[in-house]
Each structure stands twice: as structure tokens, then as C-alpha cells.
């Protein structure tokens, strides 16, 4: 009798870790965050809600992995650079948890060719990839809106899941105030909103279309208040 191979089991996790990814983003962008469950996650992945609670303590813990998953899929899919969506996951410890500016690798994410205004291009050029994926539009409208009358789910996902990609920005412009390419004076954390604001309220608001166009325009006219005198 010829013995059957024992199953896989890594295999098996990720296959059930994929569908509970999938069925958090679908069921958030169809019914809201409010009436999004464990257990309606669970319902729609086809598992039991116990695996969930063995990998997440909570569903805004299953929708923030959701959510840097489906950013690095997006991200790879258009041939850039996935490294800043690790940097974001090594910096969700938590809800709450603040985020240890030291501990973001300043290598990651954002490329540093020395010419600052290419390397800010390129990167808002694929985040302009993202907010257009239909994958990645709907659920994240369906938590933003959330987060604007929930407080607390507005700052854990501002946290871990924003600050951590922000927190790359600041790496490059810092970079860029050693090579003399931006005034010293200057507040990274303050001059990245010059160019990543901007984009994510017309998104937000429909007040314009979201485009390479744009937002090579938004980092022309950000450095060009921001460069030395």
C-alpha cells in the first residue's frame, strides 16, 4: 500500500492567511468597518474564526496586514521597490504603539541616486499606482472615512501603518540636507507634507484627478521652496 505524502502544512496557512487577507479588504469595502467581524471574515475565508485569533488579536490587526500585503503585491506587480512595506511591518508592534524613528532602515523604500526630485517622483508615481488599484481604492476609502469619526482605530492605523512609510520620507530628505540639496533648517517631517498631503486629500475628495502629472508638479513646487538660498 503506498502511503500518501503528509499534507503541507506552511503551505495550507498561507493559502488560508491569503483568503483571510482577501475576505478582511472585500467585506470592509462592502459593509464598513463597524459591521466588519472576525466572524464574517472568518464566514467568508472559509475558515474558523480560531485560526484567525491564532495569527491576529483583532480585525484591525487582520486589515492592517491586509493592507501592507495588498500594497506589496501592487507595489511588486508595477516593478518598484517593496522594501519600505517591510520597514512598515517591522514597525507595527502594536496598536498604539508609537514609532521608533531609529528603528526605520533608511536604505529602505525610497531610492537615494542623489538626484532627490527623481527619487520623490518615482515613488509618489507608484503611490499614484495604488490609489487607482480597484483593490486597494475601496477598502481603503471604507477605513479612512472610519478613522475620521473613530479616533482611536484613525491612530492606531496612523501609527503602524502610515508613520512607518512617512517615516521614509524623512530618512530621504534628511539625506538629501547632508548632500546640501535641502536647507538645513528644515523640518523633514514637516516638508514631506508638502508633496504626500496634498495627494492624499484629492484622493480623498475627488477635487482633482490623481496623476503622474500632478504629482511630479507637487515635488517641483515642493523643492523649490525647500532648497538652500
Excluded: C
Excluded at 502511503?3 to 462592502?30: C, H, N
Excluded at 507595527?92 to 532602515?105: I, L, M, Q, R, S
Amino acid at each position: 500500500m503506498v502511503s500518501k505524502p503528509a499534507p503541507d502544512a506552511t503551505r495550507r496557512s498561507e493559502k488560508s492567511r491569503r483568503a483571510i487577507y482577501a475576505a478582511a479588504l472585500s467585506l470592509v469595502a462592502e459593509v464598513g468597518y463597524p459591521k466588519t467581524t472576525v466572524e464574517g471574515i472568518a464566514a467568508r475565508a472559509g475558515v474558523g474564526k480560531q485560526t484567525i485569533y491564532r495569527w491576529w488579536s483583532s480585525k484591525a490587526d487582520v486589515l492592517l496586514e491586509a493592507f501592507l500585503d495588498l500594497a506589496e503585491q501592487t507595489a511588486r506587480e508595477a516593478g518598484h521597490d517593496t522594501a519600505g512595506y517591510e520597514a512598515a511591518r517591522q514597525g507595527t508592534a502594536g496598536p498604539g504603539t508609537p514609532v521608533d524613528e531609529t528603528a526605520v532602515d533608511e536604505t529602505a523604500g525610497i531610492p537615494d541616486t542623489g538626484d532627490l526630485a527623481a527619487d520623490l517622483k518615482a515613488v509618489l508615481r507608484a503611490t499614484v499606482d495604488e490609489l487607482l488599484d480597484p483593490r486597494f481604492d475601496a477598502p481603503a476609502r471604507a477605513l479612512t472615512a472610519e478613522g475620521v469619526v473613530n479616533e482611536q482605530l484613525g491612530r492606531v492605523f496612523v501609527s503602524r501603518l502610515l508613520e512607518p512609510q512617512l517615516q521614509l520620507y524623512v530618512a530621504r530628505l534628511r539625506s538629501a540636507q547632508d548632500a546640501g540639496q535641502v536647507r538645513r533648517e528644515v523640518d523633514p517631517r514637516i516638508a514631506l507634507e508638502l508633496f504626500v498631503s496634498p495627494l492624499a486629500q484629492r484622493w480623498l475628495q475627488y477635487t482633482g484627478p490623481i496623476t503622474y502629472d500632478y504629482t511630479d508638479t507637487l515635488v517641483d513646487y515642493a523643492l523649490y521652496g525647500l532648497a538652500p538660498r
